[in-house]
């Protein structure tokens, strides 16, 4: 049998335990997760998420929308301004 680098060596040890635990572990995870307690708790994991990020969105939204009004009432405001000055200065 020739020397394996440890490389190889980490490899072929972890496949062989890989195959050894990896069944039983899902099929572990498979039942927990038909269980109807994990479900409902999913579930209210991920509505709660599901609100928070409606929420953030939203504000963020309605910052967006008032920096728009902003920026569109200052440009208004310095046309009128430019308007106004560009008048006088001609007559």
Not at 49 to 61: E, R, T
Request: hydrophobic share 40%; proline share 3%.
């Amino acid at each position: 049998m020739t020397n394996l680098d440890p490389k190889t060596q980490f490899i072929k040890n972890f496949t062989k335990n890989y195959d050894l635990y990896t069944p039983p572990l899902l099929l572990m995870l498979a039942s927990a997760m038909l269980s109807e307690n994990l479900k409902k708790k999913i579930f209210q994991v991920i509505a709660f998420l599901l609100f928070v990020v409606l929420i953030y969105l939203y504000l963020k939204l309605k910052k967006v929308n008032k920096n728009i009004k902003k920026d569109t009432n200052d440009n208004t405001t310095n046309n009128k301004s430019a308007t106004k000055t560009n008048v006088t200065k001609t007559s």
